[in-house]
């Protein structure tokens, strides 16, 4: 009696991948900039290895054997050094600490993981989810918010079917889909990933418009539109630019 909804990616082929410090376990579906890495923690600083091809511009990373954070790594919280973590789970901003990602960026190849528990207990296994973007399917950037209702334009180069937004400082993570939200100007259809006991929120307060070529912030809401504040976000598209129509 109740509806669902949920959103999808498609892995490869199971392979194991020896390119880092240790050996992982990778599903890789580099067309779709979209891979999987299992692995086990030993409580060192060390590299794992994927099977995207290119730098991930996204991870998450969580463990398996623990009750922890999922920790989130955005190539826009801190492109520099990678000193800077989220959590899907908790609405805290980006935090500073250098035994998550061991102040050091993904690479084509491997990614690194510090001390710390969330991310590399020793003989706890792990699952990490990398995201690149991918010309006219993803997008994964950042935009600055204007508080205004007439809120920010952001290019996408394709019409999205999912869109995810996270303020940097404090706030939610927010979740639309163009199967839940059919059209424009009107109350948006929106769920957050951090939520656990939270219905669906169906309100203009949370006003976004799906366009031929990317979205455009309808709402001044703080969590997603806060004046200058720094908006992330993921957005996969409903067809490739070339077939996409406007609303």
């Given at each position: 009696?109740?509806?669902?909804?949920?959103?999808?990616?498609?892995?490869?082929?199971?392979?194991?991948?020896?390119?880092?410090?240790?050996?992982?376990?990778?599903?890789?579906?580099?067309?779709?900039?979209?891979?999987?890495?299992?692995?086990?923690?030993?409580?060192?600083?060390?590299?794992?290895?994927?099977?995207?091809?290119?730098?991930?511009?996204?991870?998450?990373?969580?463990?398996?054997?623990?009750?922890?954070?999922?920790?989130?790594?955005?190539?826009?919280?801190?492109?520099?050094?990678?000193?800077?973590?989220?959590?899907?789970?908790?609405?805290?901003?980006?935090?500073?600490?250098?035994?998550?990602?061991?102040?050091?960026?993904?690479?084509?190849?491997?990614?690194?993981?510090?001390?710390?528990?969330?991310?590399?207990?020793?003989?706890?296994?792990?699952?990490?989810?990398?995201?690149?973007?991918?010309?006219g399917y993803s997008k994964i950037g950042k935009f600055d918010g204007n508080g205004n209702v007439n809120g920010p334009y952001v290019f996408l180069g394709f019409r999205p079917a999912f869109i995810m937004i996270k303020n940097t400082s404090t706030g939610h993570w927010y979740m639309w889909d163009s199967t839940r939200q059919t059209t424009n100007e009107a109350e948006a259809k929106v769920l957050w990933a951090n939520y656990v006991d939270e219905v669906e929120g169906d309100s203009t307060a949370y006003a976004i418009d799906f366009l031929s070529n990317g979205f455009k912030v309808r709402n001044a809401e703080s969590d997603t539109n806060s004046n200058n504040s720094h908006q992330l976000y993921l957005a996969y598209a409903e067809t490739p630019f070339k077939y996409a129509n406007a609303r």
């Open positions: 009696g109740k509806t669902f909804v949920s959103w999808n990616w498609k892995g490869g082929s199971s392979t194991s991948n020896s390119s880092g410090d240790v050996t992982s376990t990778v599903r890789a579906n580099a067309t779709a900039g979209f891979c999987i890495v299992g692995d086990t923690g030993n409580g060192n600083d060390h590299t794992i290895g994927h099977g995207l091809g290119v730098k991930p511009d996204m991870m998450i990373r969580k463990a398996r054997g623990r009750d922890d954070n999922w920790v989130v790594y955005h190539k826009d919280a801190d492109a520099t050094d990678a000193t800077e973590y989220l959590e899907l789970n908790t609405n805290n901003g980006q935090q500073n600490y250098h035994e998550i990602w061991n102040d050091t960026p993904p690479t084509s190849s491997v990614f690194t993981v510090g001390s710390d528990t969330s991310v590399n207990e020793d003989t706890t296994g792990y699952i990490t989810y990398l995201f690149s973007s991918v010309a």
